[in-house]
């Protein structure tokens, strides 16, 4: 991968706050006014809110994952192919911890500005995660 600023900063996103959980990683790489244009139910906005939806994630999938798989960089922007894994060890979406370990593909397009993430653009198999786990499409 290339060693662009906007690029490291991505994989700090992924390494740092979404596999090891530090959230205070966050603080320094995510704008305060992030703004998510795929929330999730109930994610609140901003980087507190982002923070929010990676802690919930963390307690669904304590050994959450994520594994880069190509990322693309074009002007303040980047897209990052990445898999998501891990076993659901805590109640996601409604659903009752199952044990179940899970693989998930997805597509992030972040924008970049002065070192922090100012949004964010998520396209993953939610559905595909769901039926993974026994629940109902």
Same mark, same amino acid.
């Not at 979404?18 to 795929?38: P, T």
């Not at 507190?48 to 939806?53: I, T």
């Not at 990676?54 to 304590?62: I, P, S």
């Given at each position: 991968?290339?060693?662009? +600023?906007?690029?490291?900063?991505?994989?700090?996103?992924?390494?740092?706050?979404?596999?090891?959980?530090?959230?205070?990683?966050? !603080?320094?790489?995510?704008?305060?006014?992030?703004?998510?244009?795929?929330?999730?139910? /109930?994610? +609140?906005?901003?980087?507190? /809110?982002?923070?929010?939806?990676?802690?919930?994630?963390?307690?669904?999938?304590? !050994?959450?994952?994520?594994?880069?798989?190509?990322?693309?960089?074009?002007?303040?922007?980047?897209?990052?192919?990445?898999?998501?894994?891990?076993?659901?060890? /805590?109640?996601?979406?409604? $659903?009752?911890?199952?044990?179940?370990? $899970?693989?998930?593909?997805? %597509?992030?397009?972040?924008?970049? %500005?002065?070192?922090? %993430?100012?949004? /964010?653009?998520?396209?993953?198999?939610?559905?595909?995660?769901?039926?993974?786990?026994?629940?109902?499409?």
């Amino acid at each position: 991968m290339s060693s662009s +600023a906007n690029k490291a900063t991505i994989q700090r996103l992924f390494e740092e706050v979404y596999n090891q959980g530090d959230l205070r990683v966050a !603080d320094e790489i995510v704008a305060v006014k992030y703004i998510s244009h795929n929330p999730a139910p /109930g994610e +609140a906005p901003g980087r507190e /809110g982002f923070k929010a939806f990676v802690a919930y994630l963390r307690r669904a999938f304590a !050994d959450l994952h994520i594994a880069i798989e190509d990322q693309i960089e074009e002007g303040d922007k980047v897209v990052t192919r990445f898999t998501i894994g891990g076993r659901q060890e /805590g109640e996601f979406a409604g $659903i009752p911890p199952t044990g179940k370990l $899970i693989s998930v593909a997805a %597509i992030d397009i972040h924008r970049i %500005i002065d070192g922090q %993430i100012q949004e /964010g653009w998520l396209n993953w198999d939610g559905l595909g995660l769901v039926q993974q786990l026994g629940g109902e499409a």
